[in-house]
């Protein structure tokens, strides 16, 4: 079988040996296509063909219909599309079942046992506090006990009378329990964390009324030196606790 002076095959002899040069005659079994080494030459040379053939086709078409030929848009480059940046939005969260308001609290380390009025903000933007020293007040502008965030319930710690609801809550310790009953009868108990005073000056408004991941109490009153030119203490005691149940 007789072989071809010419091969299409780059890497064979008669692309790079001495025969390819010497033996073979001009025009003579050489195509008319120079060989392409490289194979992202040969594919864009390709690629420009198939366009040729393409607008040939197109004038064709013109040519038999009498109308102007779309022209051809090439395609764009394609490749993959990057993943936006950002922070991932959170799955929503079931919604949560409405808590009861509070109606009583009893705090037996310290003998409490008081029904809980509602509280609201003074004109002067102050906490309301309860208009006798016998019961304790829920503000209502916090969270319902139990609910997540820190409720807020306050108190007197004594008058000109005596006594008041919370005038032992700076003996409560670390560990104890605290009760808070709803509406609905369910009872939220609470366990106690720290106790801490502070002076009016310096009140720890974040601490106490700054969101909180989970279900917390705040129990306020007066506390510290009394002050017989204004009539006040000049401190306050705040029991925080946390939900157990």
């Known amino acids: 079988m007789r072989t071809d002076s010419t091969s299409t095959d780059p890497e064979g002899p008669s692309a790079e040996g001495p025969a390819a040069s010497s033996t073979a005659r001009p025009g003579r079994h050489i195509s008319p296509i120079r060989v392409v080494r490289r194979p992202a030459a040969a594919a864009a040379l390709i690629a420009g063909l198939l366009l040729a053939g393409v607008g040939v086709a197109g004038f064709a078409v013109a040519s038999r219909t009498g109308h102007p030929a779309t022209p051809v848009t090439p395609v764009s480059k394609g490749g993959f599309v990057p993943i936006p940046k950002g ?29 809980l009025i509602q509280l609201g903000i003074t004109p002067s933007g102050a906490l309301q506090v309860p208009t006798t020293t016998a019961v304790a007040g829920w ?27 919370f005038f032992l ?24 964390t720290s106790v801490h005073s502070y002076p009016k000056t310096g009140f720890p408004t974040s601490a106490v009324y700054g ?29 925080y606790a946390s939900l157990a149940s």
């Open 87 to 115: 922070k991932w939005a959170a799955v929503p969260a079931a919604s949560i079942q409405a808590v009861a308001e509070p109606v009583s609290l009893v705090i037996p380390a310290i003998g409490v046992s008081t029904k």
């Open 211 to 239: 969101p909180t991941p989970d279900a917390q109490l705040r129990l306020i009153t007066c506390g510290g030196t009394f002050d017989p030119a204004t009539g006040h203490y000049l401190s306050n005691t705040i029991a």
């Open 169 to 192: 809550l700076r003996l409560l310790k670390p560990g104890e329990k605290v009760y808070v009953r709803r509406a609905d009868g369910t009872l939220a108990v609470f366990t106690v």
């Open 139 to 165: 503000y209502t502008g916090s969270p319902r006990p139990g609910e997540p965030g820190g409720a807020v319930i306050a108190g007197h710690v004594d008058s000109l009378q005596g006594r008041g609801v």
